[in-house]
T-cell receptor
Framework: DAGVIQSPRHEVTEMGQEVTLRCKPISGHNSLFWYRQTMMRGLELLIYFNNNVPIDDSGMPEDRFSAKMPNASFSTLKIQPSEPRDSAVYFC????????????FGSGTQLSVL | GESVGLHLPTLSVQEGDNSIINCAYSNSASDYFIWYKQESGKGPQFIIDIRSNMDKRQGQRVTVLLNKTVKHLSLQIAATQPGDSAVYFCAENKYDYKLSFGAGTTVTVRA
């Protein structure tokens, strides 16, 4: 099993640009999570999908952030326009009910907004 | 608000010794706890979990202890190896799917 696959591994962009992060969950997993990790705030849940449907997006910081899951094997997190304070590592994680809390994380995308 | 916290941010241990990483939680309703290991440049990796109806669970070289009376969780690593150097996070399940992560403890193994 390849695990959760994220791309790109690193992204450097300028303030105001659109950024799209991608995630392929583990095959067969029906829950998908996007997390953000910073030194100041640690790991924060941004959004949770179950069976491709967004269930909880209360962690999405602003309207500049949006996430989609068009099918069971793909999800995107988009930031438009990006700002320097969005710089962080963004992780995608997936899991399978009934052990929905047992998350398997990808390697993350290191985002730097200049 | 309620949160998961760690007693110590760093731990230095001699190779071959046992390591103990502690975690305090404040949500008495949490019923599931997980320990994750995060190596530099990688995502958190599942180590071991425990449910609130247990007080101890063992894995390969790792043991998790849960003391619900004092809301304390610990991870014990036996015969610590250089590959155990990483940041260790405890996480509690607050509602259904939501995990709340602690700040993390950095473990450094001395040769």
């Amino acid at each position: 099993d390849a695990g959760v696959i994220q791309s790109p591994r690193h992204e450097v962009t300028e303030m105001g640009q659109e950024v799209t992060l991608r995630c392929k969950p583990i095959s067969g997993h029906n829950s998908l999570f996007w997390y953000r990790q910073t030194m100041m705030r640690g790991l924060e849940l941004l959004i949770y999908f179950n069976n491709n449907v967004p269930i909880d997006d209360s962690g999405m910081p602003e309207d500049r952030f949006s996430a989609k899951m068009p099918n069971a094997s793909f999800s995107t997190l988009k930031i438009q326009p990006s700002e320097p304070r969005d710089s962080a590592v963004y992780f995608c994680a997936s899991s399978l009910a009934p052990d929905r809390e047992k998350l398997f994380f990808g390697s993350g995308t290191q985002l730097s907004v200049l | 608000g309620e949160s998961v916290g760690l007693h110590l941010p760093t731990l230095s241990v001699q190779e071959g010794d046992n390591s103990i990483i502690n975690c305090a939680y404040s949500n008495s309703a949490s019923d599931y706890f997980i320990w994750y290991k995060q190596e530099s440049g990688k995502g958190p990796q599942f180590i071991i979990d425990i449910r609130s109806n247990m007080d101890k669970r063992q894995g390969q070289r790792v043991t998790v202890l849960l003391n619900k009376t004092v809301k304390h969780l610990s991870l014990q690593i036996a015969a610590t190896q250089p590959g155990d150097s990483a940041v260790y996070f405890c996480a509690e399940n607050k509602y259904d799917y939501k995990l709340s992560f602690g700040a993390g403890t950095t473990v450094t193994v001395r040769a």
